[in-house]
């Protein structure tokens, strides 16, 4: 859809559209109410600024509405409305291996309870191997820092998923 058709949109299909970009209710709502937005450039702008001002409670929310890396069983059952977007950014685990697959769960359990959120990474272009691989060498950060780092991948997925969308 081009900009225009977004800003065009009801506020409630906006909302929904942008929700599938970033589970946070508050930047969704920022977003959709600070239409118009003259071009591409004006949208994204307006993303990364909201997404500065998201509190941890928010980031954790945002984090919420995605399935854990490699869980496909969670991606179709609990994430429809994203299952296509997250099936092609996840798309390097389709090849992994039962093993590698195996030390993902694993692995995402001992993040979860660690941290309190999923692991998020932008998974576009990595392989299972290369995203677990981060996840073991994320294990070691402080909660603190490693929230930071979990926001950074999220902004990158956000913004690859509006970039989606407006295409």
């Known amino acids: ?8 949109l009801p506020e409630a299909e906006a909302i929904a559209a942008l929700l599938r970009c970033n589970g946070a209710q508050r930047w969704a ?5 600070g239409r118009p937005y003259r071009d591409a450039s ?9 997404e500065v001002s998201l509190s941890r409670a928010e980031w954790i929310e945002a984090f ?9 069983a969670d991606l179709a059952q609990r994430f429809p409305q994203t ?8 798309s390097g685990v389709v090849a992994a291996g039962r093993d590698v697959l195996d030390q ?3 692995g995402n359990r001992a993040y979860e309870l660690r941290y309190g959120h999923i692991f998020i990474v932008c998974a576009t272009g990595k392989t299972a191997a290369e995203m677990l691989a981060l996840l073991m060498a994320r294990m070691n ?12 991948e999220h902004a990158r997925i956000t913004m690859i998923r509006l970039e989606k969308l407006l295409a």
């Open 29 to 33: 709502l920022g977003m959709a109410i």
């Open 104 to 106: 993902l769960l694993a």
């Open 42 to 50: 004006s949208l994204l702008a307006r993303c990364g600024a909201l």
């Open 83 to 90: 299952a296509i977007l997250s099936n092609q950014e996840q």
């Open 141 to 152: 950060n402080e909660p603190d820092a490693e929230l930071v780092v979990a926001a950074a």
């Open 1 to 8: 859809m081009t900009v225009e058709a977004f800003n065009e």
């Open 64 to 72: 919420a509405h995605h399935p854990r890396i490699g869980d496909r």
